[in-house]
Nanobody, 115 residues
């Protein structure tokens, strides 16, 4: 069955970097659209960035443009979110989503940006 497992979250100081991973099983990441979302406390879940099955990257949220980068490793069946120049407002639970007939979500990984 389809499974998504995020990792790489943690506590980082403002200006720091983290790389999130989303390891997929039950399907091939290069064949389906995938995306990263985040949900801050008290806020709705929002799309951060998406990557199509053909590798086209779309929908970077304005708040992360120039700082976050999505990538995909087909050999590892994993997608990544490289986050640089982190700000306190990036604090959220980050989720990986795959569209494999329907939407599948990972369990999320907490990112906290604080001094």
């Amino acid at each position: 069955q389809v499974q998504l497992v995020e990792s790489g979250g943690g506590l980082v100081q403002p200006g720091g970097s983290l790389r999130l991973s989303c390891a997929a099983s039950g399907f091939t990441v290069s064949s389906y659209a995938m995306s990263w979302y985040r949900q801050a406390p008290g806020k709705e879940r929002e799309l951060v960035v998406a990557i199509s099955s053909t590798g086209v990257i779309t929908n970077y949220a304005d708040s992360v443009k120039g700082r976050f980068t999505i990538s995909r490793d087909n050999a590892k069946n994993t997608i990544y979110l490289q986050m640089n120049s982190l700000k306190p407002e990036d604090t959220a639970v980050y989720y990986c989503r795959a569209l494999v007939g329907r939407a599948y979500w990972g369990q999320g990984t907490q990112v906290t940006v604080s001094s």
